[in-house]
């Protein structure tokens, strides 16, 4: 294994902030993996996941069971790691910019695709490095004007490349859900079997502009834009992986997401070995469309009905809200069935916060809309 650093721009003078990256492996046949943890960096059991990932690869390494590379980033975000006020993480968004770290990635697609019109031909193999060539030039022309500029721009050098690319994130109080593209549930579903995935919620691009967006968007995108043109292979399948909630920062849960991970890189020839047999898949995939957003019509005390992962049918009630001053309760019910996959760590409420979110199987009005 092999440690990587690299320099992000600096924002003032005798100040230095450096991404770290750690490889195993060597590009081969076999491709590359590419796994980030704590991109919201108060977000930590990915983190820990990682540290577990970590020894389990070592031990890969030294038997000689990698055959391919695998990139891992434990601190995806060390500007946000440390941004704190009065003793609390503040890592969803950057101090400086109010900018969504997980959002406003560069969009590949359409930066390359003027000039691959002149490059691309009838090999479908062929065309998959000059994709990524493109990519990596474009990437290395950018000049960032910010720390968080500069941020993307070395994440995506390192995972512009890879076949995999998973973003390890978790919500508030959550059971283990997954966030991925349309195109790629094929090959997204072992994962989402692997992990024990009680959610898995898919788009055609939602507009966000997030990590796992700008690493394996562009190739269904470019594939639509040459279709009947060139051939365009499936270059890369990304994924943001919500393992449960931020108090989760657990061993054992760590240590049996770590496994998972394994056994998923197994799964795709990463790593040597027989995989253990493919898990049930505990949930079916539902649109990101479908995913029902519960808000407080009012203000008051929030007494959650059910812990995250219950399913839930249309016109349950949720929540309870309760006015400490009056005594009344506002009830608070689904217009969905489906699980209920996370919801807010508040327990007091202003009016139209959100408070819980449940995956439901059939699109919404007005729903797919991305939030901060």
Partial sequence: ???????????????????????????????????????????????????????????????????????LVPIANPIGLEQTLMHDAMGRFDFNSGENFNRRYPDLAEL????LADELGDDRQANRQIIRHAMSHALQQMQPTSEIESLRRTQ??????????????????????????TPGWPQIEP?????????????????????????????????????????????????TVELRGEADVEHALAASDATALYA?????????????????????????????????????????????????????????LIDPISGTTQVVCSATSGVMYMRSAIRFAAAGVELCKVAGAAPLAGAGVVSA
Avoid at 296 to 317: E, K, Q, R, Y
């Fill in 156 to 181: 995506l050098l390192l995972a512009h490349d890879a076949d995999v690319v998973l973003d390890l994130h978790c919500d508030a109080q959550a059971v283990v859900h997954l966030y991925g593209e």
């Fill in 264 to 320: 998923f890189l197994q799964h795709r020839g990463i790593l040597a070995g027989t995989p253990p047999p493919l898990p049930a898949l505990l949930q079916p995939a539902t649109p990101f469309s479908g995913s029902l957003t519960l808000h407080a019509p009012c203000a008051g005390l929030v007494v959650f009905l059910h812990p995250p992962g219950t399913w839930i049918n249309c016109n349950d009630p949720v929540v309870h």
């Fill in 1 to 71: 294994m092999r440690v990587e650093h690299h320099p992000l721009l600096t924002r003032s003078p005798c100040t230095q902030r450096q991404l770290i990256s750690l490889h195993y492996g060597q590009p081969a046949v076999a491709g590359k993996v590419y796994l980030q943890a704590s991109l919201h960096a108060d977000e930590l059991p990915g983190m820990l996941a990682l540290h577990h990932l970590r020894h389990l690869l070592d031990g890969a390494e030294a038997r000689n069971e990698v055959l391919g590379e695998i990139v």
């Fill in 112 to 115: 390359i695709q003027e000039r």
């Fill in 191 to 239: 994962l989402a079997r692997y992990i024990g995935a009680r959610a898995t919620l898919l788009a055609t691009g939602t507009g966000a502009g997030s990590f796992d967006e700008a690493c394996g968007q562009p190739w269904w995108r470019l594939a639509e834009q040459f279709a009947g043109r060139f051939a365009i292979p499936t270059g890369c399948i990304a994924a």
